[in-house]
């Protein structure tokens, strides 16, 4: 028996839509072939009740103990070994500006490249159009102005209870400008991208072209990008990846934007993976993948 879900918490029978070719019969082993849109996951009826288990587990547990719990390799009853296919993980993205990060992680969902789902924007300003790039995706998007804030601890606070709200696995910061205090229930599971290799260029100040303004005035023939997990400063965070490219004698701020944009599309939808996958693991300033 199989059973095709659509989303999270949401099952479907073999339908209209769904085509079912037996390829090869060898004794009592029958092998298919499922054609299914792209938005349909296919199981076996005991992998689904599995993952099931196990997301009623994790709901359990807190949030530091979820890493590795999808993924993890069953038996079912039959004996045979089978993977399971991680969940869609949840993800809130922060931004101030344009939303190129926000659009780039939205694209990368619909193409099926990255399994996730995202449960809430939060911009820092009414006027980032990652809010209109939110709308247009039909995602949950929250302003929360630093300006309203009376300190630093209360935006954070309101920041990181608009996370709570929406049931997010992961922040994801991108283009996100504002200072943030982070919740020690937030460490190890709030990510920024930066668009240089730190720890060089980062730092207060240093975002969108400035950050490429000082690499080409410093002549830097070597450019690319960072994810770290965030802390309480600027870019200063426990390196995840980097992703590099090089720096063209006739580059502007403008074209050598684009290019390491180009690396931020990958390292960004790469890291999630591997966070979600349960494979990124803080030891001290160094985080180990593996």
Not at 25 to 41: F, M, Y
Not at 217 to 230: E, L, P
């Amino acid at each position: 028996m199989l059973v095709l879900t659509r989303q999270r918490e949401q099952s479907i029978m073999i339908g209209d839509d769904i085509d079912i070719t037996v390829i090869d019969i060898r004794g009592d082993k029958v092998r298919l072939g499922i054609n299914a849109p792209r938005n349909i996951t296919v199981h076996r009826k005991e992998i689904f009740e599995q993952i099931k288990r196990e997301n009623e587990q994790a709901a359990t547990l807190h949030p530091n103990e979820l890493h590795g719990v999808a993924g993890k390799v069953v038996e079912p009853e039959t004996g045979a070994h089978m993977k399971i296919a991680a969940p869609p993980i949840r993800l809130a993205v922060l931004a101030s500006g344009g939303g190129t990060t926000l659009q780039n992680l939205i694209d990368q969902i619909r193409a099926g490249t990255l399994a996730a789902e995202i449960g809430v924007v939060i911009a820092s300003k009414a006027t980032s159009a990652a809010i209109t790039r939110a709308e247009a995706a039909g995602i949950k998007a929250v302003i929360i102005d630093r300006k309203n804030s009376p300190d630093l601890d209360t935006f954070s606070r309101q920041v990181f209870a608009a996370c709570d709200e929406a049931g997010v696995d992961l922040v994801c910061l991108g283009g996100w400008l504002s200072l943030l205090k982070l919740p020690e229930k937030y460490r190890g599971r709030a990510m920024n991208i930066h668009p240089a290799l730190l720890p060089s260029f980062g730092g207060a100040g240093l975002y969108g072209s400035r950050v490429h303004q000082a690499v080409l005035a410093t002549g830097c023939k070597v450019s690319g990008c960072t994810v770290h997990f965030i802390d309480d400063a600027y870019d200063t965070g426990p390196i995840i990846l980097q992703r590099c490219c090089p720096v063209r004698d006739d580059d502007t701020p403008d074209s050598l934007a684009h290019r390491v944009f180009e690396e931020e599309k990958l390292a960004y939808p790469q890291a999630i993976t591997l966070y979600q996958q349960g494979k990124l693991k803080l030891d001290g300033r160094r985080v180990k993948i593996g």
